[in-house]
């Protein structure tokens, strides 16, 4: 079946470092690939998306790139902020019939 | 309503004894999904309703856990005979249709705690 595996936390970094996540996916077909981020206290919202190979989904100045070749989706911020610190999941959807699944999440702390 | 509403926000209840919750989708949203989020862990899949079709359920634990939905609208998870293991946030997410791009919006979650 679909899964998602996404590096584990907690990852701490300093405020204005670069940032990756690692995301990597098994899907039949052509999933479509998301980033949804929780913040303290608020429920889980999409960040960013990506739909076919090679696409690149951006927001808040995160990206990531839909790489087929090697399954991967990951995410990437060239200078995190402390406002950043959150939880991020990777996600896809493996076709309309078939539910959004989720990895286990990487929660992201900045120090200023 | 403006966004996805769950009650109660927080639930205590004695192991044993059934508990309901409540999920409001965004109005028109067609598709419906509850997730469980132990704490420190990712989101796991309950069931997903789609619209018109059949609800996949393959991700109910057991046949304790069952969620009924009411057309386009309210949705119900009903946990039976709860036990300790079932502790955890349950989130319901709903989205405009099934389609493979369109973004699933969450509520707060349910904090559930079997005592």
């Known amino acids: 079946g679909n899964s998602v595996t996404q590096m584990e936390g907690p990852v701490t970094l300093s405020e204005e470092a670069f940032l990756t996540i690692n995301c990597t996916y098994t899907?039949?077909?052509?999933?479509?690939l998301f980033w949804y981020v929780q913040y303290p206290g608020e429920g889980l919202q999409l960040l960013l998306k990506?739909?076919?190979?090679?696409d690149k989904g951006s927001n808040k100045g995160f990206e990531a790139t839909y790489r087929k070749e090697t399954t991967s989706f990951h995410l990437e911020k060239g200078s995190v902020q402390v406002s950043d610190s959150a939880v991020y999941f990777c996600?896809?959807?493996?076709?309309?019939?078939?539910?959004?699944?989720f990895g286990k999440g990487t929660r992201l702390s900045v120090i200023a | 309503g403006a966004g996805v509403s769950q009650s109660p926000s927080n639930k205590v209840t004695e192991k044993g004894k059934d508990v309901e919750l409540r999920c409001d989708p965004i109005?028109?949203?067609?598709?419906l999904y509850w997730y469980r989020q132990r704490l420190g862990q990712g989101l796991e899949f309950l069931i997903y309703?789609?619209?018109?079709?059949?609800?996949?359920k393959s991700g109910l634990p057991s046949d304790r856990f069952s969620a009924e939905r009411t057309g386009e609208s309210v949705s119900t998870l009903t946990i039976q005979r709860t036990q300790q293991e079932d502790s955890a946030v349950y989130l319901c997410?709903?989205?405009?249709?099934?389609?493979?791009?369109?973004?699933?919006?969450f509520g707060q979650g349910t904090r559930l705690t079997v005592v």
């Open positions: 997410a709903s989205s405009l249709a099934t389609g493979m791009n369109t973004e699933a919006f």
């Open positions: 899907a039949t077909g052509y999933p479509s």
């Open positions: 990506a739909t076919k190979a090679d």
């Open positions: 996600a896809l959807k493996g076709s309309p019939s078939t539910p959004l699944v």
């Open positions: 109005s028109g949203h067609t598709a």
């Open positions: 309703f789609q619209g018109n079709s059949a609800p996949d």
